[in-house]
């Protein structure tokens, strides 16, 4: 599929893109207004199914998940490429069953980005179409394009989660997350948005002095819960134990996702700021979503978000708890471009298909691992920046088979990318000026074209080849690492 940037018109968008100052203006403006209100009655519509869902039995969920299904083949059929799997396969899109999804092929990443022009109903040229672009378990970035109007849909799941961690809607969220933040005139690097109530500080930025401007302004915000890269707040836990800087009392909780989140770094971080820390998982393509119950940390998947399926090596269910496997997802969110059974590359451990802590008939997942490890960078001054913070979600590797940052001292460090055939300087030049935007004064990036990335033993991506000695960076223990499961490919 030729990629194509485009910006979908949405109100997510325009409001996330247009100026800084302009949003300031009308931030306490927007701040009396109710968020439930802000964010739009598509979300609050599926916020009231998303949370009526989890009293659910299980006729309940498979009678949803089947009209929903078929609705979804119903719609993919009318692309090009869903019509010759459905036809080979010999379904009937009207009468397709859970049972059936077995007989479909699964959508490897390679299909993606060989037939994804094929894969959409619709025009790309659509004004309500955003292009997504993910980075992949084996260093391959995928292109896709998901309607803009799903944003809504897919906070209410995370707003449900939170919830029941006794998060309420409007409460500030402490974020930190990839987003450039310029410092003001204190040298605060910190933004807010009114609409999502995100006090956003920056993750690029992280010597002592900035955590310590960072932990003053928290104490500011009233009761709020952390929401950011495990790596992220983990670092901010070892600034205040090695500063012996008390946790900020309004914290109530700690939303961790994005990246793996290890036991060793959830234990440390539950005891640095004295509450309870909650796991997520997702995927850039929308396919699973799960989060933890308020009385276990297993994943609890949720039922109306899409349909997971746990395989073995050979592609058959796994039923019997205790069995590792790969997350293949069939998306209820996307509909523009359908991902139906979908190889995430991610592995978990079925746990149950019932909580029996909370009573949820959802399935349990335990163990997820998934290709966002906590890979880092260094800057120049030795504090580390998450991989995950400088990974992009548009067209700047576009034209790029696999890339990897290669570094050996701070500061400094070798893009390494395998072009495709359409590469050319303008696109060397987007990514360099990309990196700049985001890692500004802290990171020297020089690009160099290769012929080939290596990837592991069990074939999947090193986003940093890290040869920096004696940094200060959390590493698993073996049994938490992500192991050899040959089946992930």
């Known amino acids: 599929m030729a990629p194509l940037m485009k910006v979908a018109f949405s109100r997510k968008n325009l409001w996330e893109r247009s100026p800084r100052l302009l949003r300031a203006s009308f931030g306490s403006l927007l701040g009396l207004l109710p968020q439930s209100l802000l964010l739009g009655r598509h979300f609050r519509e599926h916020l009231a199914l998303v949370e009526s869902s989890q009293r659910w039995d299980e006729?309940?969920?498979?009678?949803?998940?089947?009209?929903?299904?078929?609705?979804?083949?119903?719609?993919?059929?009318?692309?090009?490429?869903?019509?010759?799997?459905?036809?080979?396969?010999?379904?009937?899109?009207?009468?397709?069953?859970?049972?059936?999804?077995?007989?479909?092929?699964?959508?490897?990443?390679?299909?993606?980005?060989?037939?994804?022009?094929?894969?959409?109903?619709?025009?790309?040229e659509r004004r309500d179409v955003d292009y997504v672009a993910t980075s992949g378990s084996t260093g391959a970035p995928v292109a896709f394009y998901i309607g803009a109007d799903r944003s809504p849909l897919e906070y209410s799941y995370l707003v449900a989660g939170w919830k029941r961690a006794g998060y309420e809607l409007g409460m500030p969220l402490v974020v930190f997350r990839g987003r450039p933040i310029a410092p003001d005139r204190a040298g605060l690097r910190h933004e807010y948005d009114p609409v999502l109530r995100?006090?956003?500080?920056?993750?690029?930025?992280?010597?002592?002095?900035?955590m310590a401007r960072y932990?003053?302004?928290?104490?500011?915000?009233?009761?709020?819960?952390?929401?950011?890269?495990?790596?992220?707040i983990y670092a901010l836990a070892r600034h205040l134990h090695r500063t012996k800087t008390p946790a900020p009392l309004n914290i109530r909780g700690i939303f961790a996702e994005s990246e793996t989140f290890y036991d060793a770094q959830r234990a440390?971080?539950?005891?640095?700021?004295?509450?309870?820390?909650?796991?997520?998982?997702?995927?850039?393509?929308?396919?699973?979503?799960?989060?933890?119950?308020?009385?276990?940390?297993?994943?609890?998947?949720?039922?109306?978000?899409?349909?997971?399926?746990?395989?073995?090596?050979?592609?058959?269910?796994?039923?019997?708890?205790?069995?590792?496997?790969?997350?293949?997802?069939?998306?209820?969110?996307?509909?523009?471009?359908?991902?139906?059974?979908?190889?995430?590359?991610?592995?978990?451990?079925?746990?149950?298909?019932?909580?029996?802590?909370?009573?949820?008939?959802?399935?349990?997942l335990d163990q997820v691992r998934g290709h966002r490890l906590q890979e880092m960078l260094v800057a120049g001054d030795g504090t580390l920046i998450p991989w995950?913070?400088?990974?992009?979600?548009d067209d700047t590797f576009a034209h790029v088979l696999r890339f990897?940052?290669?570094?050996?001292?701070?500061?400094?460090?070798?893009?390494?990318?395998?072009?495709?055939?359409?590469?050319?300087?303008?696109?060397?030049?987007?990514?360099?000026?990309?990196?700049?935007?985001?890692?500004?004064?802290?990171?020297?990036?020089?690009?160099?074209?290769?012929?080939?990335?290596?990837?592991t033993a069990n074939g999947k991506a090193v986003y940093v080849d890290q040869q920096v000695p004696d940094i200060d960076r959390f590493e698993p223990d073996d049994d938490e690492s992500l192991g050899e499961w040959t089946a992930v490919r």
Request: glycine fraction near 6%; hydrophobic fraction near 35%; aromatic fraction near 8%.
């Open 59 to 124: 006729n309940r969920i498979r009678e949803y998940q089947t009209v929903r299904l078929r609705q979804l083949a119903a719609h993919a059929v009318s692309a090009p490429y869903w019509r010759r799997v459905f036809r080979d396969a010999c379904l009937d899109p009207a009468r397709l069953t859970l049972d059936d999804l077995g007989r479909l092929p699964r959508l490897t990443r390679d299909a993606v980005r060989d037939h994804g022009a094929d894969m959409c109903t619709s025009s790309i």
């Open 198 to 210: 995100y006090h956003s500080y920056s993750v690029y930025h992280t010597t002592d002095a900035d």
């Open 215 to 232: 932990v003053a302004h928290i104490r500011t915000v009233g009761g709020c819960y952390v929401l950011g890269y495990p790596s992220a």
């Open 268 to 364: 440390f971080v539950e005891e640095v700021f004295g509450c309870r820390a909650w796991s997520a998982y997702g995927q850039t393509e929308k396919v699973v979503a799960a989060t933890e119950c308020e009385d276990s940390s297993r994943l609890h998947v949720w039922p109306t978000y899409g349909i997971c399926e746990l395989l073995d090596e050979q592609g058959a269910p796994i039923t019997t708890p205790g069995r590792r496997g790969e997350i293949v997802g069939t998306s209820f969110l996307n509909t523009f471009m359908p991902f139906i059974r979908y190889r995430t590359g991610d592995c978990a451990t079925l746990s149950a298909h019932r909580c029996s802590c909370c009573g949820r008939n959802h399935l349990l």
């Open 388 to 393: 995950t913070a400088v990974n992009m979600h």
């Open 404 to 455: 990897q940052f290669r570094q050996h001292e701070p500061g400094v460090a070798i893009l390494r990318i395998v072009p495709d055939p359409h590469f050319t300087i303008l696109d060397q030049r987007r990514i360099a000026a990309r990196l700049r935007h985001r890692l500004s004064e802290r990171l020297q990036v020089r690009i160099e074209l290769a012929g080939s990335v290596p990837l």
